[in-house]
């Protein structure tokens, strides 16, 4: 699931992702663009709603690739959100 919300007094956008607890097991990040693909650097961590979830901000208006990356290099997508290719998927 992915939230955008205005991030006040700024013409920032906050992105935040979530996922299940559980789905998939282990360690879970976001890697994009907003982050140079850099693995780990977001790592969603679990909430008390039983989900896990990180959030970004960043410049409104422009678009971010991005995929999530699971424990053993198990990449995945969020199947709710535009594919672009290959690379990735594109939030606006």
């Known amino acids: 699931m ?3 919300t205005k991030v006040a007094k700024s013409n920032d956008v906050k992105i935040t992702f979530a996922l299940p607890a559980g789905e998939p097991p282990g360690t879970v990040s976001v890697v994009g663009d907003f982050n140079d693909w850099v693995p780990g650097t977001h790592v969603l961590a679990k909430r008390a709603n039983g989900q896990r979830s990180v959030a970004v901000s960043v410049p409104a ?3 971010y690739r991005f995929r999530y990356l699971g424990e053993n ?6 199947d709710t959100v535009e594919r672009d290719g290959d690379a990735g998927l594109v939030i606006t």
């Not at 290099?73 to 969020?78: A, L, P, V």
């Open 61 to 63: 208006g422009a678009k």
């Open 73 to 78: 290099g198990h990449w995945f997508d969020d």
């Open 2 to 4: 992915i939230r955008l």
